[in-house]
């Protein structure tokens, strides 16, 4: 493995996505208020200016299914399907940097998926339209974590991996940015398969493409949730801020440790059926933390009934 390198081109980003935001969107002033931390973090990356992204981000089955559910899966290739309204066609995926960083992932026993053709959607397309302005302006490695499908991996081993792309990177003689998109608390209207009628459940196993006038049903669905959610007639679990607060702290002390000790269970209870995309931040400060010690660099975050989130922005770099 070769780890060798300036330790200092590394920094992460968190930032939460929402399939909601433009369909159902809050109130003018807190619309101010995350674009402010919006536009900070773009001009972070822009003075960062990395050359290459490695994006952590979750799927809502648009690519990885029951038939095969990986905990987490790096892409030499991607294309992204274009939900929501999100772009669809190909990313700018640096496949020799991605070959070269799942080489060495494996080298430090961490068991990597690799994936030379995967479908991702708006948790991937959306992080690269807002930092960079569209899906293919910049080299990206995409990593999915799973945050849905059950069951679910303790959250040492989405650390490890964070760890190990973080070393893999120093190795790469680029400044490389650790990307994370998801959560914080939510708890959208995201299919289960415990229980689920025969057709959903058959969806949901082999990953049955939607046709577009399904597809937009679905995405109908959702809006009609977050609306109910930010009108509380709905019965979803509701945003937490204290946790994700609590998440934030830990990730702004460098306390990733701490992590460890989060069960799958508390999880869930504390922030949702799909609070489980804080992974992708939890990988992405892990890789940062490769790299030595550091700091955040900003901090925002706001609960955001209207796209059913704890919305989170985050920047950070070496001391």
Known sequence: MNVSGNPMNIAAVGLSHSPLIGKNDPAPDVLERVEAAVSGARDFVRDFDPELV????????????????PPFCLATEAHAVGDFGSSSGPLSVDSAAARALAES??????????????TVDHGFAQPLEVLFGGIDR????????NGVAT???????????????????AGLDKRVLFL???????????????????????????????????RARGEERVVKAGREYAAG?????????????????????????????????????????????????IAAFAGLAAGGAYEMTSRFYEAVPEWIAGFAVATARLR
């Open 105 to 118: 992932v494996l080298d430090q026993d961490v068991d990597l998926t690799v994936s030379a053709r995967m």
């Open 180 to 214: 994370g998109s998801g959560g914080l608390s939510h708890d959208p209207p995201v299919p289960v398969l415990d229980g689920a009628p025969p057709r959903v459940a058959d969806a949901l196993i082999e990953g049955h493409p939607p046709t577009a006038e399904q």
């Open 233 to 281: 007639s709905a019965a979803m679990i509701p945003i937490n801020p204290r946790w994700d607060n609590e998440l934030l702290d830990l990730l702004e002390q460098g306390d990733l440790a701490a992590f460890d000790s989060w069960t799958v269970a508390w999880m869930g209870e504390q922030g949702g059926g799909s609070a489980h995309e804080v992974r992708t931040w």
């Open 138 to 145: 910049v080299p990206v490695v995409p990593v999915f974590v």
């Open 54 to 69: 490695v994006l952590f981000a979750p799927d809502h089955y648009n690519g990885f299914f029951y038939k095969e559910m």
């Open 151 to 169: 069951p679910l991996g303790p959250v040492s081993r989405i650390r490890a991996l964070g760890t190990a792309l973080g070393r893999a990177a």
